[in-house]
């Protein structure tokens, strides 16, 4: 009988601790639910970042194609921005003087 009293004690003992890891698994939840705060704040930083980022592009590409119209402007050439063409002041003898590129042929200013 001594034996099965022994079982039952171990059986009581192993029960116990899983008792505790239960509890430990919960509080590594809350753990993770914090981190999981942190980490979307962290990306919504990131995102308002980058779309600063993509403003800030826009407006550096918008004052390199009037620096390039400007070039052409002045008897001078530019390059397209999207093909990386020579862009020209073309003078027609009818039709608007226009700014253009020589490659892809788009048009970025008429007089």
Do not use: N
Request: proline share 4%; hydrophobic share 30%.
């Amino acid at each position: 009988m001594s034996e099965d009293t022994d079982r039952t004690v171990e059986t009581d003992a192993d029960v116990d601790p899983s008792k505790d890891v239960d509890r430990d698994a919960v509080e590594d939840v809350v753990v993770d639910l914090d981190s999981a705060e942190a980490y979307e704040q962290r990306v919504d930083q990131l995102q308002e970042t980058v779309e600063e980022q993509e403003a800030r592009i826009e407006e550096l590409e918008e004052l390199l194609l009037d620096m390039s119209v400007r070039a052409a402007d002045d008897r001078g050439m530019g390059v397209c921005p999207e093909c990386h063409g020579p862009v020209e002041k073309v003078r027609r003898w009818f039709g608007p003087t226009t700014i253009e590129c020589r490659r892809c042929g788009e048009s970025f200013h008429e007089y």
